[in-house]
């Protein structure tokens, strides 16, 4: 079998040269740029593609378009914006009104906490309050019972501290 190739080969090589290994190789020089080209222009498109898609989510073009713009001066003029500025423009905004959102979101969050932890702080002092003044107001209340008469009979001081014991009336 390599004497067959072998002999293929010395009889390729004594009717052609050199010539056809040229050839051969510019051949495949020629198909690998080909292949690079197809690759190339498939990256270009569905890079399009995506910039395409893109600018019709910013609501813009990626087409040369004309725009209003405003001059230093404070003049009004129409100016041609190439390709691809009109939604570079939009997606920028788009970022930054993004941005603009989350840092408006973070702060209002923040002030929610914190004002939500003031909150807590007051309310836990109030219950701290209204625990001694319910333990305060339940003492009297126990006094108040034990002063009743056999003839259960209650006077001013039973009602005030039951009030007390109520909520009705502040502790002393």
Not at 11 to 37: E, M, R
Not at 52 to 57: D, H, K, R, V
Not at 114 to 119: D, F, I, M, W, Y
Request: charged share 20%.
């Amino acid at each position: 079998m390599i004497k067959l190739i072998t002999g293929a080969w010395s009889a390729l090589h004594k009717w052609a040269g050199n010539s056809w290994l040229v050839l051969l190789a510019l051949s495949l020089a020629t198909a690998a740029l080909y292949v690079d080209a197809r690759r190339v222009r498939a990256d270009r498109d569905a890079w399009a593609s995506w910039a395409t898609a893109t600018c019709a989510l910013a609501g813009a073009t990626p087409a040369a378009t004309t725009a209003e713009r405003v001059d230093a001066a404070g003049k009004r003029h129409k100016a041609v914006l190439p390709r691809g500025v009109a939604c570079s423009e939009a997606v920028q905004d788009l970022a930054a009104f993004r941005a603009g959102t989350l840092a408006s979101t973070a702060r209002l969050l923040t002030a929610a906490a914190a004002e939500q932890q003031a909150k807590a702080v007051s309310d836990r002092t109030t219950a701290q309050a209204e625990s001694g003044n319910r333990a305060v107001a339940l003492t009297t209340m126990e006094k108040a019972d034990a002063q009743i008469r056999d003839d259960d009979r209650v006077d001013g001081s039973w009602f005030a501290a039951l009030n007390r014991l109520g909520g009705m009336q502040p502790s002393h």
